[in-house]
């Protein structure tokens, strides 16, 4: 394969640590890091690696046609990585069509870009599309998504990732694109904007605010580090088979009231202060409309086909977090101040 990267969503949570780990393990690869710093993204997170000869960071837009068609033509990227998307299941309760724009027309645009330039010339060229498991909608309390699992979409931002899905195959099939996608259960780690659920416990412990707890808490999600999911992107983006879809996942199920504990007690204790004390600020609050009550990966055709499994323990991860939060409480203020504050308030009323 041709090693000129363009991964998009470079600033954000996931594709910052996916744009480190290629920049430094490929050195003899041109990583472009494709982002429009909506409130998302953060260029504080690439801090290491931006001086890197083999690294390039471009502002730009997605859903701008034209900006992307003439991108491509200028740098002939042999591979893309497309993370660049809004990610906050919220967010699209409150606002949906920023979700259809950027998850939906700008993968198209990227879609066409890469059909224009490479234009039937398909070997050593790939187009990598980074999608979710919120696709299949959600479970009962027994059972796994499997790649094969029919796509059942509730909420705003997962229909636009299931369209976007849905567009990216039929580009393969249509066009002959080598087209490659994964889907992903829930990312936890540093550099998470703390509007999902596991740093915004964490932030809101530092600053003594209530833990908001969606309707009875039970909801289940499965949860991996995010080094983790970029070395499975890393697997899949050099030795998966074109036209082929491989699920991602922790084999890590937990509720959410049992996390929240998780981190409480965890916190308690590295803070010095007595347990229980965290949990105090524990609330109940209203429900998220349509909420997805229970997410499970089954990973095992990615273990058995390209052998990737998880390297660490979630509680080990979390530890992991935890400290990193409380190492980077500069980066998390400087995040939680503007836009997030008139979101925060608006979503949870308090
Ligand atoms: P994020 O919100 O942290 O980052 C998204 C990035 O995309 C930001 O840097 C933002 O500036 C950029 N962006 C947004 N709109 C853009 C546009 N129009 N043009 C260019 N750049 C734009 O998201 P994340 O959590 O890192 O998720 C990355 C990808 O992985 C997404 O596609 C998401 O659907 C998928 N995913 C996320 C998770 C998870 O748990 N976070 C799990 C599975 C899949
Ligand atoms: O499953 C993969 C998906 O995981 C990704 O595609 C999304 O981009 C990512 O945001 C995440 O979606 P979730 O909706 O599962 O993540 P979130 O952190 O928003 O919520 C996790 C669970 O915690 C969910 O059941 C809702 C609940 N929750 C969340 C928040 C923000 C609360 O109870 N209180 C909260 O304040």
Not at 226 to 236: E, F, N
């Amino acid at each position: 394969m041709g090693n000129k990267i363009l991964i998009t969503g470079g600033a954000g949570f996931i594709g910052s640590h996916l744009v480190r780990q290629f920049v430094n393990k490929y050195t003899d690869y041109k990583i472009f890091n494709l982002d429009k710093l909506t409130y998302a993204g953060n260029l504080e997170n690439l801090k290491d690696v931006e001086s890197k000869s083999n690294y390039q960071f471009i502002k730009g837009d997605i859903n701008d046609a034209e900006f992307i068609n003439d991108l491509f033509l200028k740098y002939q990227f042999d591979g893309v990585i497309h993370l660049a998307a809004e990610s906050h299941v919220d967010r699209s309760i409150l606002e949906p069509l920023a979700f259809i724009h950027t998850n939906i027309i700008g993968t198209v645009n990227l879609l066409n870009a890469a059909k224009n330039i490479w234009k039937d010339h398909y070997e050593g060229k790939r187009f990598y599309h980074i999608s979710t498991d919120e696709v299949y909608g959600s479970l009962g309390e027994e059972g796994l998504f499997l790649e094969s699992t029919s796509y059942d979409p509730q909420s705003p931002y997962s229909a636009s990732k299931a369209s976007s899905d849905h567009f990216v195959r039929a580009y393969g099939n249509t066009y002959g694109l080598p087209i490659i996608i994964s889907n992903c259960s829930n990312n936890y780690g540093p550099n998470q904007f703390p509007e999902k659920l596991i740093p915004l416990i964490i932030s809101n412990i530092l600053q003594n605010k209530a833990l908001p707890i969606y309707g009875d808490g039970k909801y289940t999600r499965d949860w991996l580090w995010v080094k983790d999911h970029a070395m499975a992107i890393d697997t899949i983006y050099h030795n998966g088979a074109n036209g082929e879809t491989y699920n991602i996942g922790g084999f890590n199920e937990w509720k959410n009231i049992n996390i929240v504990l998780l981190i409480c007690d965890i916190l308690d204790e590295k803070l010095g202060n007595p347990s229980g004390t965290s949990s105090q600020l524990i609330t109940y609050i209203k429900d998220r409309p349509g909420h997805d009550r229970r997410y499970a990966i089954d990973a095992s055709k990615l273990k058995s086909e390209l052998g990737w499994v998880p390297s660490i323990t979630f509680e080990e991860g979390i530890r992991q977090t935890i400290e990193w939060y409380l190492d980077n409480q500069q980066w998390l203020s400087n995040i939680t101040s503007g836009e997030y504050l008139q979101y925060y308030k608006q979503q949870y009323q308090i």
